[in-house]
């Protein structure tokens, strides 16, 4: 994924910034506790498609 993409890339539901998983896979919002998909390299910024992060995944970090 283009770094730059993720630089004006906002959470959706805080507007706050979004990190981008180990496996490059998500893109975290520590916030909201919500991780968005990344499809075929397109982010998708759906709070409908986003995973809750689980207990170990909000404490990380
Ligand atoms: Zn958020």
Redesign the pocket.
Known sequence: MDPKLLDILA?P??K?PLKLSDDQHELI?K??G?AYPIRDGIPVMLEGEARTLTVDERLDK
Do not use: M, T, V
Request: with cysteine; net charge negative; glycine share 12%.
């Open positions: 959470c539901l805080c706050g919002c916030a909201d919500l």
